[in-house]
């Protein structure tokens, strides 16, 4: 069964703790990308992939952290420098040829306490 | 600032009628998406249209391309209640960026 699964569904944080969200596909998708959702807005791109081993920056990268060591994975850190990291968490995959559309995961809800 | 911008922010329609959304984007493009969002859920991809591409059509979905007025529309015809729900466009750049709007919330009544 293909697809794009994110763990964990809810997270939660104490203030000044790094915490990393993981990202899985077995698409066999080159590209890989994270987003940040605040509640009723769109979806802001925190760092993107388009093969292994490298990463590029997304709008709202600081306080972010990511690596894609193997092809399936693109976990991401949110580290302490992140000021307000208290939001919905979205990571995708796509082929990357603009053939077809990403395909995304259900979440990660993070709420520092 | 985000790339993408749709237009408006929220609709709400009756059970039957057409939705029409709009969004504007600005820089060059490979090709524009759509989504659609149910509430606190992960997008769907809906439909792509290349930047060469005029418009397309699947299904009750109709997507417009101006890339001259850098724009697009999503037209969804006889809306049913299942479709509530927050729809995107996306911008894919040719370094494989994907950039999102803001997104219009689309309540259809019954």
């Known amino acids: 069964d293909g697809g794009i699964t994110q763990s964990p569904k809810y997270l939660f944080r104490k203030e000044g703790q790094n915490v990393t969200l993981s990202c899985e596909q077995n698409l066999n998708h080159d590209a890989m990308y994270w987003y940040r959702q605040d509640p009723g807005q769109g979806l802001r791109l925190i760092y993107y992939?388009?093969?292994?081993?490298?990463?590029q920056k997304g709008d709202i990268a600081e306080g972010y952290s990511v690596s894609r060591e193997k092809k399936e994975s693109f976990p991401l850190t949110v580290t302490s420098a992140q000021k307000n990291p208290t939001a919905f968490y979205l990571c995708?995959?796509?082929?990357?040829?603009?053939?077809?559309?990403?395909?995304f995961g259900q979440g990660t809800r993070l709420t520092v306490v | 600032s985000q790339q993408g911008e749709e237009d408006p922010q929220a609709l709400s329609i009756q059970e039957g009628e057409n939705a029409t959304m709009n969004c504007s984007y600005k820089t060059s493009i490979n090709n524009l998406q759509w989504y659609r969002q149910n509430s606190g859920r992960g997008l769907v991809h809906l439909i792509l249209i290349r930047s060469n591409e005029r418009e397309k059509h699947s299904g009750r979905l109709r997507v417009t391309l101006d890339t001259s007025k850098k724009s697009s529309s999503l037209l969804i015809t006889a809306s049913r209640a299942a479709d509530t729900a927050s729809y995107f466009c996306a911008t894919e750049e040719n370094d494989y960026k994907l950039s999102f709007g803001a997104g219009t919330t689309v309540t259809v009544r019954a």
């Open positions: 995708a995959s796509s082929i990357g040829t603009g053939a077809q559309g990403a395909f």
């Open positions: 992939s388009q093969i292994v081993n490298d990463f």
